[in-house]
């Protein structure tokens, strides 16, 4: 395994610590039962969480997505693109950025409805991919639109994730938000245009 696709591996693990720092445990863990032996240990945890650790969720949250611009770099780079990669990266893009979406709704910083437009376009386009390397064993790689939207998300995300610091030690403009709206309507687009772009794919032809 070439060093590009280890990079892309570790974002996945990153992205579980992300969600270990920035998501209390459920809190029916301390109402006793099974993990009653460690309700002032859950306690403690919940209290980082909401405290200190969401602040090093975010920079978790930065340093998974720098990975996703490193392992890209090299790769072309180095020409160390291999299908699995290209298969795998854009898997690890969206379960980071999924991962970011629900914890925003969770906090409330963000609309369900957003979440749910961002995640079912990143679904559409993973299962369309997956026909299309069953159908023709072609992979497509993401097209400028998609890596604009990709650029847009991570700028919203890591705004509302820092409660839109450092813009707002200047500023009382929610830029999390006008982000969040240009990362939505990319969203949309590049989804569009993704399918009428490779409708032939789809459609079984090379």
Do not use: C, H
């Amino acid at each position: 395994m070439n060093l590009p696709n280890r990079l892309t591996i570790s974002r996945i693990f990153l992205t579980l610590v992300f969600m270990l720092l920035a998501v209390p445990l459920p809190i029916k863990l301390n109402d006793g039962g099974v993990f009653s032996w460690a309700t002032g240990a859950i306690s403690s945890y919940n209290g980082f969480v909401l405290g200190n650790g969401r602040y090093l969720a975010g920079i978790v949250f930065l340093i998974a997505f720098a990975t996703d611009a490193v392992d890209g770099y090299i790769a072309r780079k180095y020409n160390m693109i291999t299908d699995f990669g290209k298969f795998l990266d854009p898997l690890a893009d969206k379960l980071l950025v999924t991962a970011a979406l629900v914890v925003l709704v969770e906090r409330g910083n963000i609309s369900g409805w957003v979440a749910v437009i961002i995640i079912s376009r990143e679904f559409m386009v993973t299962g369309l991919r997956l026909i299309a390397i069953s159908s023709t064993g072609i992979i497509i790689a993401a097209g400028t639109l998609g890596k604009l939207k990709t650029v847009a998300q991570f700028i919203a995300l890591a705004l509302a994730l820092f409660d839109n610091f450092p813009l707002s030690l200047v500023s009382s403009i929610p830029a999390s938000d006008i982000f969040m709206f240009l990362a939505v309507v990319l969203t949309i687009v590049s989804g569009i245009e993704y399918i009428v772009k490779n409708k032939a794919v789809f459609s079984g032809q090379k």
